[in-house]
């Protein structure tokens, strides 16, 4: 033991520099392990949109589906024969006034 | 200085002294109670986390995993059904079922006032009376819930108050708003289901061949049930991990894997289906006739443009459901042809070679024994060709063409254009009418096939047989499903046979012939007339059957369409007043939607030549 005090803080810094590598490595851990805890959380943060997402294309799908029958109901041959007929005086045009073109 | 010095050293020495205190101070017990204390609390933290990490993880797994993992449905809807230009002939939407759990519903509310009453407890810090059942009929929600599933409340009570029941539906396909609603009624044990409603948006014009489904989505008639398989997909099951406000956070597994349904495409085209069931509803009524059934067909690939039957019903609204208005006739029910089968006779004698085309047959004086039987024609034609026994629909003249032939001969031409076979549609229930084989034959029984007695054919099949006629003799699968590419055809009739015997058909609509009815302006077109008798228990009886089938346009044949009309009342029973417009009118849409070319050359066209 020495009759000199030694310095606490300069002895743990001088151990410290002495396993440095050891340090580092445990460093490199604190960092990997944070940044799998982020990594974990933006994952589930996409996870969690994409489904969203998905939901939303089911709901749109969805709704498609229902568009089609209202469009389908409207477009009905023999709805839209019976309007062009009564509502707006159409028939259907005869030889006579039809001409024929032929493409070459 | 001295004192300083004194000073200096005395501290110096001070401190030695202390320094020596400190070691003097120093107890081993001490340290080691501490350490030890340290290490024992220390080691029992490392123990325990051993325990919950290594040794039993399982009980906190489960825990955490009750809390967190989900099962998840992902509903893959049935699969569309279009027709030829991809337009939807059936659509499903998704649909809710509204369900009761009725002890749930008992637990919660009281059905009589004794039960009410029975309900009250006593508060015993204040001595006020609460009831712990409302009143079921005092409430205002459940008036509402049923008005909104259009049931009365006493039969809501009565399903509810059914002893012993844990669930029953109160009504099955509503929408959205109306769960949307009933979820915000919040009441007791009303939950609901999601399911799937399958609309159609042509209605009674596809019924037939569409066939339904059944609430739980799964085909039950025509093309639903043939391709049931195809058609539904595979509602998928997922693993997850949700987080406390119910987002999915973690896909653990896929329990079940989603099958996306199928869309199926139709060789119908719409826009001739919707005029050829219109067009056969409308001979139906005027006619006072029992049914109907028309096929179009696309004579150079098999493909069915159009098949209608009449009656048939609304698939949107179930309450019109009858079986026999489900039917599709045009392949179920059989009949016997008539004088429609007329041309394939005379391709069978030109087949044979029993006759050649020009050959004149005499048909005096307008009637004939055979064995013993008479068979006559409406009056005496004298001396005719082929064309005009088809155009007059002579039966002593293929009578005698069909005496020309044996028996197996004529059997072998029906088979080869398709009859007593079936067509390839590979639709459920579909029949394949009848062909009697036998070994002898008597010369009137021969006769009588000759024009379409004694065998019978479905629509379909009487269509494919025209159809042949109509590609130069080649035979192509009948199909009800739109050809990608196209399909190999068979050459079951020489092609120059065919041909002739089209040109021969022609007469049949002119002036003069059986039905002037069927003619389409513009376009040169062959037919036949049929009208024959109803075979019914011991006999003959005063029902026809009114037959009309056709091929246009004759320069290059493009469709085939038979018209059939079951049993017309009144005095105009022939199929060239019965059958024929409706050809006429069927073909005239199909060939001008289809952009065929006018062939008749006596009709005037403006023509607009390209340079």
């Known amino acids: ?104 | 200085m001295k004192k300083t010095k004194r000073n200096l050293t005395k501290p110096k020495a001070n401190k030695h002294t202390k320094k020596k205190k400190v070691y003097a101070t120093f107890s081993s017990w001490r340290y080691l109670f501490v350490s030890l204390a340290t290490a024992t609390v220390a080691l029992l933290l490392i123990s325990r986390l051993a325990y919950i990490q290594v040794i039993e993880p399982e009980y906190l797994t489960k825990e955490a995993d009750k809390r967190s993992l989900r099962v998840t449905k992902s509903v893959a809807h049935r699969g569309n059904i279009e027709d030829r230009n991809g337009e939807e002939l059936a659509i499903s939407v998704p649909a809710y079922a509204i369900w009761v759990d009725p002890k749930t519903v008992k637990k919660a509310y009281a059905f009589t006032l004794e039960e009410w009453a029975e309900s009250v407890a006593v508060n015993p810090r204040n001595g006020s009376e609460k009831h712990s059942k409302q009143y079921f009929y005092e409430s205002k929600k459940w008036p509402a819930l049923a008005e909104v599933l259009d049931i009365e409340v006493e039969k809501l009570a009565s399903i509810i108050q059914k002893p012993g029941s844990r669930f029953a539906y109160l009504k099955r396909q509503v929408n959205k708003p109306i769960v949307d609603y009933v979820k915000q009624l919040k009441l007791a044990g009303i939950s609901n289901q999601l399911e799937s409603h399958r609309f159609y948006p042509t209605g009674e014009i596809n019924a037939n061949i569409l066939g339904l489904t059944d609430l739980d989505a799964q085909g039950i008639e025509g093309i639903e049930k043939s391709y049931n398989n195809y058609l539904q997909g595979q509602t998928g099951k997922k693993r997850v991990r949700k987080d406390r406000l119910g987002n999915v956070i973690d896909n653990i597994e896929v329990l079940k894997k989603k099958k996306a349904a199928g869309n199926l495409q139709l060789s119908i085209d719409q826009r001739i289906q919707a005029v050829a069931y219109r067009q056969l509803k409308r001979a139906v009524k005027i006619n006072d006739a029992t049914s109907g059934s028309i096929v179009v067909l696309d004579v150079n690939t098999g493909e069915i443009y159009a098949m209608a039957n009449y009656p048939s019903f609304n698939p949107n609204d179930r309450t019109q459901y009858q079986p026999y208005k489900l039917r599709n006739r045009a392949i179920t029910d059989t009949f016997e042809p008539g004088s429609t089968v007329k041309p394939l006779v005379v391709s069978s004698a030109l087949i044979y070679g029993k006759t050649d085309v020009d050959e004149v047959i005499n048909t005096s004086p307008g009637w004939m024994h055979i064995g013993g039987r008479r068979v006559r024609d409406g009056k005496n034609y004298g001396k005719i060709d082929l064309a005009m026994i088809l155009k007059k629909s002579s039966n002593i003249g293929v009578s005698k063409l069909a005496l020309r032939l044996k028996p197996e001969q004529l059997q072998q031409t029906f088979a080869n254009f398709g009859f007593g076979n079936d067509t390839g549609i590979s639709l459920i229930g579909e029949s394949v009418g009848r062909m009697p084989i036998r070994h002898r034959w008597s010369d009137f029984e021969l006769a009588t096939m000759s024009f379409g007695y004694g065998i019978t054919t479905t629509t379909l099949q009487l269509a494919k047989a025209y159809a042949i006629l109509g590609s130069g003799g080649i035979e192509y699968p009948i199909s009800i499903l739109k050809n990608s590419n196209p399909v190999a055809g068979q050459q079951v009739i020489p092609r120059h046979i065919a041909l002739e015997v089209v040109e021969m058909m022609e007469g049949v609509s002119q002036k003069g012939g059986t039905a002037p009815k069927a003619k389409v302006e513009g376009y040169r077109i062959a037919g036949k007339t049929g009208t024959s008798r109803k075979a019914e228990a011991g006999g003959y009886g005063d029902d026809y059957v009114s037959v009309f089938a056709g091929l246009a346009p004759i320069s290059k044949p493009r469709f085939a369409i038979v018209v059939m009309i079951n049993e017309p009342q009144g005095d105009r029973y022939y199929a060239g007043d019965v059958a024929a417009p409706v050809f006429s009118a069927v073909m005239k849409s199909a060939l001008l939607l289809s952009h065929v070319r006018p062939d008749d050359q006596n009709e005037r066209y403006t023509w607009l030549e390209s340079y």
């Open chain 1, 1 to 104: 033991m020495s009759d000199k005090r030694d310095n606490l803080l300069l002895l743990i810094l001088a151990d410290l520099r002495r396993n440095f590598f050891v340090l580092l490595l445990g460093f490199a851990i604190l960092i990997s392990a944070f940044y799998n805890i982020y990594i974990t959380h933006e994952t589930r943060e996409l996870i969690t949109k994409k489904e969203q997402l998905s939901q939303q294309k089911d709901n749109l799908m969805i709704e498609k589906r229902n568009l089609l029958i209202e469009e389908h109901t409207l477009d009905e041959h023999s709805r839209i024969r019976y309007i062009a007929r009564k509502k707006l005086s159409m028939s259907q045009p005869t030889k006579k006034n039809s001409v024929l073109v032929e493409l070459p």
